[in-house]
């Protein structure tokens, strides 16, 4: 609760509050300008491009979804599901260990890259060869 005094500014909460609006504002306009990016460059000489990986994967995801909607029913655009379950699955995992270890939280993701990369060498040749560029 806030004290009676006139001069709020002071308080830890609204401090805080203060702090987090200027850094919103700065990750808002960082997320608009990635997202525009990728909207201005769609396709470098026929090749699809994503020039930011995160926002790439989704504006090629949301191009898709809004093309099979408007009736086209290629289902290509499917594939973007994977590593966005993937982003949102880390981020959530990753805040959750955050939360409950501090900064050991980064042992628990190293050892799952390694363990990830381990697992990655027994995904079958004929797997790895239909997700290559041709």
């Known amino acids: 609760m806030l004290p009676s005094s006139p001069n709020r500014a002071h308080t830890p909460g609204l401090l805080h509050v203060q702090k987090w609006r200027g850094r919103i504002g700065m990750l808002l306009a960082a997320i608009i300008a990635m997202g525009m990016l990728n909207a201005a460059v769609e396709q470098v000489n026929g090749f699809p491009v994503g020039l930011t990986y995160v926002t790439g994967a989704l504006s090629r995801f949301g191009r898709g979804l809004g093309r099979w909607l408007l ?62 560029p041709r």
């Open 71 to 132: 009736g086209e029913r290629r289902n290509g655009w499917r594939v973007q599901l994977i590593p966005w379950t993937g982003m949102f699955a880390g981020a959530v995992l990753g805040a959750v260990l955050e939360h409950h270890l501090g900064l050991q939280a980064l042992y628990a993701s190293g050892l799952l890259a390694g363990v990830l990369g381990v697992v990655s060498l027994k995904i079958p040749r004929r797997w790895q060869l239909g997700y290559m």
